[in-house]
């Protein structure tokens, strides 16, 4: 039985160093799509939580303007800070996966309201980037 020449095993180890990278690659790449992916759907339910609250204010209060009483009266503030807690009890805790906030980028008034997220990835009806939660829906 011939023994194999040094040479060809150092070759063949730089292979397969090669290969269990490129494999470990792929899963750390596809782990973190995955989890922005997940991130991305905790937004978007979010996003349908805070415009159903709103929606049930303007049910029972035919306007969105007492969303604004108590904090959420100003541009840059986070959407914690609007009085929903009748409409969503949690509201205080809502917080975006990724540790943003959901930020108020139009006061409530009597006819609208405009609360804004971000999106990390493309999904069906929403590309990546910046979005808006309005009475009007979601853009």
Not at 26 to 37: D, I, K, S
Not at 108 to 116: D, G, L, R
Request: proline share 4%; charged share 25%; with cysteine.
């Amino acid at each position: 039985m011939a023994w194999p020449h040094p040479g060809s095993l150092k070759v063949r180890l730089v292979v397969y160093c090669v290969i269990i990278a490129g494999i470990l690659t792929v899963l750390f790449l596809r782990v973190r799509y995955e989890q922005a992916r997940a991130r991305d759907l905790q937004r978007i339910a979010d996003a349908l939580i805070i415009r159903g609250a709103f929606e049930r204010m303007y049910l029972h209060d035919r306007g969105y303007a007492a969303a604004a009483d108590h904090g959420c009266d100003k541009t840059g503030v986070s959407i914690r800070l609007c009085n929903l807690r009748t409409y969503y009890r949690e509201i205080n805790e809502l917080v975006d996966p990724g540790k943003r906030e959901y930020v108020v980028t139009q006061v409530p008034s009597a006819t609208n309201y405009e609360v804004t997220f971000q999106l990390e990835l493309d999904h069906p009806g929403l590309v990546k980037g910046r979005h808006t939660i309005t009475a009007d829906g979601i853009r």
